[in-house]
């Protein structure tokens, strides 16, 4: 999935650029985004539809909505 959509892979860690290092949580280290790349995380969301249209049915629809109202604080 990341090299065709690349914003679900950002907003779920899986990509491993925000890794906190030492750590491991469940299926995988835990992962913490800052403000600025939550904001570039919602917008790139947006921009590839990732839960703002009508339920895709892939477990996804709510990385869209989740990251929107993260950016606004």
Request: proline share 10%.
């Amino acid at each position: 999935m990341g090299r065709c959509y690349p914003w679900p892979t950002a907003a779920s860690g899986a990509d491993g650029e925000n890794d906190l290092p030492g750590h491991t949580f469940g299926h995988g280290p835990p992962f913490a985004l800052d403000p600025e790349r939550v904001a570039r995380v919602a917008r790139g969301l947006a921009g590839e539809g990732w839960g703002f249209a009508a339920a895709r049915g892939d477990g996804f629809e709510g990385l869209g909505p989740f990251y929107a109202a993260a950016r606004e604080g």
